[in-house]
């Protein structure tokens, strides 16, 4: 199943899960199993809040939570580059209940390469130099889709956004996965997506910032406020109009440290 598939939310919100593994490298229990309502099957990611470690600098709420909120925020403007996410009960307890995605594997958009490998038309973010001590860099591809993902996480305040957190499928399409630590009051943007920044917003973007800005008035902030404090609501509806005011994408603060470590 598609995360644009008509079911899939329908699927997350009321499938049967069957767990038949974990991720071992994610800080927080992470699990991976089977989800199936009504005939349909796929796979699907739980997250159970047991299994979550406390964050000294996120100490409210879940972060299944923010997790949920951050899919809410992405459905709400319409950028539809998180995958249908629930906050549900599960074989563990309470969790986040998330639809997986396959990648294609073949085909990554964000990468380490050698200084004279960079694919043409790629945006270089970072030069460092490798363990042999050969000059890299870290270049992610000029996608449309991670256009609005980056103008995404700049309004939930994503703290994380690393590498392999960009999932890219065989049909093209672009999504983002572990949110679990957006949506903060205070600045804490880290991402490896800075290859547009100074430059104006796609209209496409700029549509989706105003729809949400309008829903953040009522439904919208309504749904948010079960997974975030007041404040943390606040601080959404001001980033996104100071994004809108701005119209390009942001450069780092300086006040903290701008890609996560590891980028990867």
Not at 48 to 70: H, K, S
Not at 111 to 116: F, G, S, T, W
Request: hydrophobic letters at 45%.
């Amino acid at each position: 199943m598609l995360p644009t598939d008509p079911g899939a939310l329908e699927l997350v919100e009321h499938g049967r899960i069957e767990v038949t593994g974990r991720l071992v490298d994610a800080s927080n229990a992470t699990l991976f199993g089977a989800i199936s309502h009504q005939g349909v099957q796929a796979n699907c990611v739980y997250k159970p809040i047991n299994g979550e470690r406390p964050l000294w600098d996120f100490p409210d709420g879940t972060l299944a939570g923010r997790e949920v909120a951050t899919y809410l925020v992405s459905k709400a403007a319409g950028f539809d580059v998180v995958p249908p996410t629930v906050l549900r009960p599960g074989p563990f307890g309470p969790g986040m209940v998330q639809l997986w995605v396959d990648t294609d594997e073949d085909a990554d958009l964000i990468d380490i390469v050698a200084a004279d490998e960079v694919p043409d038309g790629w945006r270089t973010i970072l030069h460092a130099t490798d363990r042999y001590g050969d000059p890299a860099v870290l270049a992610h591809a000029d996608h449309p889709r991670m256009r609005l993902m980056a103008a995404m996480d700049v309004v939930v305040n994503n703290a994380d956004r690393k590498g392999g957190h960009v999932l890219h499928t065989e049909a093209d399409a672009v999504y983002g996965v572990d949110h679990g630590i957006c949506l903060h009051a205070e600045t804490k943007l880290r991402t490896v997506l800075w290859g547009w920044l100074g430059e104006p917003l796609p209209a496409e973007a700029v549509e989706a910032l105003r729809k949400l800005r309008a829903g953040l008035d009522g439904e919208v902030a309504e749904q948010l406020a079960e997974h975030l404090t007041r404040r943390e609501v606040s601080a959404l509806i001001t980033r996104t109009d100071l994004l809108l005011a701005a119209g390009v994408y942001p450069e780092p603060s300086g006040d903290w440290p701008a890609i996560p470590w590891p980028a990867f």
